[in-house]
């Protein structure tokens, strides 16, 4: 079994920033896909960013640039630091896993893991 447990949610200015953390708790396996997902009101779910064990990263095209996910191993921990947000990046973000290597881009059914959400709210 793995916990995931995001924190960090919070209401920003629009060009702010804010890292999301998520605290990752359990059996890791060698191989691994972490991600971001969000859902903004009204809107599917969608993936943000993605990290493998191999540390290659992936973004969805409307962060690429502003946005970037980091794992610090020692802590257990997975990241997402966000800058230039807009009001469109509005949205619950959650962190997921599968135990397998990342497939970008991938689909929250294929994820095993998730956690319970973090919001984040971008204010003009």
């Known amino acids: 079994q793995v916990q995931l447990v995001e924190s960090g949610g919070d209401s920003v200015q629009s060009g702010g920033s804010l890292r999301l953390s998520c605290a990752i708790a359990?059996?890791?396996?060698?191989?691994?896909?972490l991600a971001w997902f969000r859902k903004a009101p009204g809107k599917e779910r969608e993936g943000v960013a993605l990290?493998?064990?191999?540390?290659?990263?992936s973004y969805t095209d409307s962060v690429k640039g502003r946005f970037t996910i980091s794992q610090d191993n020692a802590k257990n921990t997975l990241y997402l630091q966000m800058n230039s947000l807009k009001s469109d990046d509005t949205a619950t973000y959650y962190c997921?896993?599968?135990?397998?290597?990342?497939?970008?881009?991938?689909?929250?059914?294929?994820?095993?893991?998730w956690g319970k959400g973090t919001l984040v709210t971008v204010v003009s």
């Open positions: 997921a896993a599968v135990f397998r290597r990342c497939a970008p881009p991938e689909s929250d059914y294929a994820m095993s893991y």
């Open positions: 359990g059996y890791m396996n060698e191989f691994y896909c």
């Open positions: 990290i493998g064990n191999d540390g290659r990263t």
